[in-house]
Nanobody
């Protein structure tokens, strides 16, 4: 599957953005999708996850209550709605896909994912 991430940009603290991860070549519902981010000088970290054929979401503590991952099967696209953005959310955001369902302990592992999108920059600054 090929992934195309988009929707990043510059936003003020407290603002919102919606990132999109469009899948081409396979049905996104067949994959576990993860959103990761990488800030300058830091390691890539997992943010939000949605398992194959499930609707329960998993989020890292720092974004709980602010970020929501969702899937539109008709559009073959996964979204990351980000609200109340803060400067510490500034990073390049990547979507990634793993075949099938990942167990919880594997969700955060970069090596669990088979396909990656190209990344989209999110900058939160006043």
């Amino acid at each position: 599957v090929q992934l195309q991430a988009s929707g990043g940009g510059l936003v003020q603290p407290g603002g919102s953005l919606r990132l999109s991860c469009a899948a081409d070549g396979s049905t996104v519902n067949d994959y576990t999708i993860g959103w990761f981010r990488q800030a300058p000088g830091k390691e890539r970290e997992g943010v939000s996850f949605l398992r194959s054929r499930e609707y329960n979401t998993i989020n890292v503590n720092s974004v709980k209550g602010r970020f929501t991952i969702s899937r539109d099967n008709a559009k073959n696209t996964v979204y990351l709605q980000m609200n109340n953005l803060q400067p510490e959310d500034t990073a390049v955001y990547f979507c990634a896909a793993a075949r099938g369902r990942l167990i919880t302990s594997r969700l955060w592992a970069i090596g669990s994912y088979d396909f990656w999108g190209q990344g989209t920059q999110v900058t939160v600054s006043s």
